[in-house]
């Protein structure tokens, strides 16, 4: 018989909600530890002997109903965080997932930081009217700044939220697209809408765009545009050049608020023309009510082959 170790849970509640509907959780813990999962009344149980991955088990857990206690619902993205924060020993990730959250109101969506840089990035969002989010794939930045910006809207501090960015192909032509003007620049902006539909109702997105409150705008189009109590999205920001750029943030009125994504490792910009955003971040990073944050390999949550990967074409290119 393997030595065991064991948590005993607060509670049958707390030990149902770490379960999961139909014990998804558990079998999630099995695949992550490569062990059986037991549960003996309030206790859950790693059938290992290896003393390390149990400690870890113990560890994993314990910090699991913590962020339950706060709010945060536990499934197998946040095991995962967790997982990924304690194996980096990283006590600050694991803190910001506790501390810092985001209410959107009428869809009672709770969105959290799963890393020490996304926790960097809600915060900024929350305290600055400019933030830059520059990171790779996966980070996260898209999505926090989404829901963000629907927290301002659906809480009437904004008026509309405007989506934007530059219409450069990757690689390849896609050649006429059919449609009116926003039936042409959606497939662009499908990301950013992927994150709204995965923050609130269908309906409540039909409605929001019914009543102009979510416009889509092409960069292009932003010239001569004052943008007043709006939340403004620019995605895709590393394929601005640094003319692009300057126009767009000329055009950020009173009370309105920006955050500008992009991967700097994905520009699709001709040779020798210089990324808008690299040359923006250098030059206001010092500015008040400016904040400019780089997420790095550590901070992609969308899946441990992605932080492979990108790991790999690092190692690459250095």
Same mark, same amino acid.
């Given at each position: 018989m393997s030595d065991t170790t064991a948590l005993v849970l607060s509670d049958g509640? /707390?030990?149902? &909600?770490?379960?999961?509907? $139909?014990?998804? =959780?558990?079998?999630h813990l099995e695949h992550l530890f490569a062990a059986p999962v037991r549960v003996r009344g309030n206790e859950m149980i790693l059938d290992s002997p290896d003393e390390t991955m149990q400690k870890r088990f113990v560890s994993l857990l314990s910090e699991l109903q913590e962020q339950s206690r706060c709010g945060h619902e536990p499934d197998a993205g946040l095991i995962d965080a967790i997982h990924r924060n304690l194996d980096k020993n990283d006590q600050a990730g694991l803190e910001g997932m506790? &501390?810092?959250?985001?209410?959107?109101?009428?869809?009672?969506?709770?969105?959290?930081?799963? *890393?020490? !840089?996304?926790?960097? +990035? /809600?915060?900024s969002l929350q305290k600055k009217s400019l933030s830059f989010l520059i990171g790779p794939a996966g980070t996260g930045k898209?999505?926090?700044? +989404?829901?963000?910006?629907?927290r301002e809207l659906l809480s009437k501090q904004k008026r509309k939220l405007v989506l934007t960015r530059p219409v450069v192909e990757a690689g390849e032509s896609l050649g006429f697209l059919p449609g009116d003007l926003t039936? &042409?620049?959606?497939?662009?902006?499908?990301?950013?809408? %992927?994150?709204?539909? %995965?923050?609130?109702?269908? %309906?409540?997105?039909?409605?929001?765009?019914?009543? $102009? /409150?979510i416009e889509i705008a092409p960069l292009a189009y932003m010239r !001569?545009?004052?943008?007043?109590?709006?939340? +403004?999205i620019l995605d895709e920001?590393? =394929?601005? *050049?640094?003319?692009?750029? &300057?126009?767009?943030? *000329?055009?950020?009125?009173? =009370?309105?608020?920006?955050?500008?994504? !992009? %991967?700097?490792?994905?520009?699709?910009?001709?040779?020798?023309?210089?990324?808008g955003l690299l040359h923006a971040a250098g030059i206001l990073k010092d500015l008040d009510d400016i904040s400019v944050i780089h997420l790095g390999r550590e901070d992609v949550?969308?899946?441990?082959?992605?932080q492979n990967i990108i790991k790999a074409y690092d190692e690459e290119r250095s």
């Open positions: 509640a /707390m030990l149902q &909600k770490i379960c999961g509907a $139909n014990d998804r =959780n558990i079998r506790r &501390k810092v959250s985001l209410e959107i109101p009428l869809a009672r969506s709770r969105v959290f930081p799963r *890393t020490a !840089g996304q926790a960097r +990035v /809600m915060e898209t999505y926090l700044a +989404v829901a963000h910006a629907l039936q &042409k620049i959606s497939p662009y902006l499908r990301p950013l809408y %992927d994150a709204i539909e %995965d923050l609130i109702p269908a %309906d409540l997105l039909r409605r929001l765009e019914e009543q $102009n /409150m !001569g545009r004052s943008l007043r109590d709006c939340y +403004v920001a590393q =394929n601005t *050049t640094r003319e692009q750029m &300057k126009m767009f943030l *000329t055009r950020l009125g009173e =009370n309105t608020c920006a955050a500008i994504t !992009g %991967d700097v490792t994905q520009v699709d910009l001709p040779r020798r023309v210089q990324s949550v969308r899946s441990v082959l992605v």
